[in-house]
């Protein structure tokens, strides 16, 4: 089912249903997903209250929910999508359209969201899609933060673990540091197999904020908020060339939220050409709690396994 509803003050979004869970999209800004939960329940997304029903201006907006960006993060990641965007139903998939962003900070990029949900079940494909207008070649990676409600932590799985011999002399990936990253910070938790970082509302720590990205060959990361899980899928390519020193996931947080994000490889788009980037996300609920690695390997990793990517 897809219907135009009013949401939050904003009087143009649609909700996609398949009776077991919903999404809300707004197209008076953005495009942006703000909503994603089983029928009737809680939002796994984290919204922002001071910003629900705004449109137009000039001020970026987080809004909240699943947003396009564009890598690496300098003043057009920052385009104000303060402006309707349009809505078209093609192949079985609702396709919101943004505007040519054509003043500044913009460098004429366009940003489409394709999303589709399963007839059954939770799982939901995005495809975003950013289109090169203009005169001039830049280069970019297509960027897809999703922003997660307070209190619950994300799970990346680290490259599988294997000891020292012949065949393993080479780095396997990355695990990139930013000048706030501090890995002494106690919303991280360090495993052999994952890596692991909880949402504090009051973190006691010398940084508000925490982030850190790596190369998951697995191709799945997981976010677990009172027995709910929210689970996000992107292949990896190998070979690829990867944004912040080789990461195809991050994650980041701040007293606020929490931001689970996929990213592309880098390309370089001349004007007319595109780049797409796919997601797939599936919801749990009444998923048995536990913080350690074994409850991640035999709870959480098994679910991730059973969404299928394509």
Known sequence: MVEKITYRGWNNAWRLSNDVVELVVLADVGPRV????????ENIFFEVGSDAGLTGGTDFRLYGGHRLWVWPEVARTYFPDNRPVSVSQEDGSVQFTSPVEDFAPGTHLQKQLA???????TRVRIVHTITKHGARNTELAVWCPTMLRRGGRAILPLPPRAAMDTDHFQSVGPLTL???????????ILGTEYVQLRQEEKPKS?????????FNPAGWG?????????????????????????????????????????????????????????EVW???????SGEDEAWIRTIVAPLAAAVSAA
């Open 34 to 41: 703000v909503h994603y939960a089983f029928c009737g329940d």
């Open 178 to 188: 930013w000048s706030f990253t501090d890995l002494a910070d106690p919303r991280w």
């Open 282 to 288: 599936a919801l749990y609920r009444d998923v048995q």
């Open 115 to 121: 999303i589709s949900m399963d007839p059954n079940g």
């Open 206 to 214: 010398r940084f508000a904020e925490q982030m850190t990205g790596i």
């Open 222 to 278: 997981a976010y677990y908020s009172s027995a709910t899980l929210f689970l996000k899928r992107a292949m990896p390519i190998p070979g690829a060339r990867y944004p912040d020193f080789g990461c195809n996931f991050e994650v980041f947080t701040n007293p606020d939220f929490l931001e689970l994000e996929t990213l592309s490889p880098i390309v370089e788009l001349k004007p007319g050409e595109s780049s797409s980037h796919r």
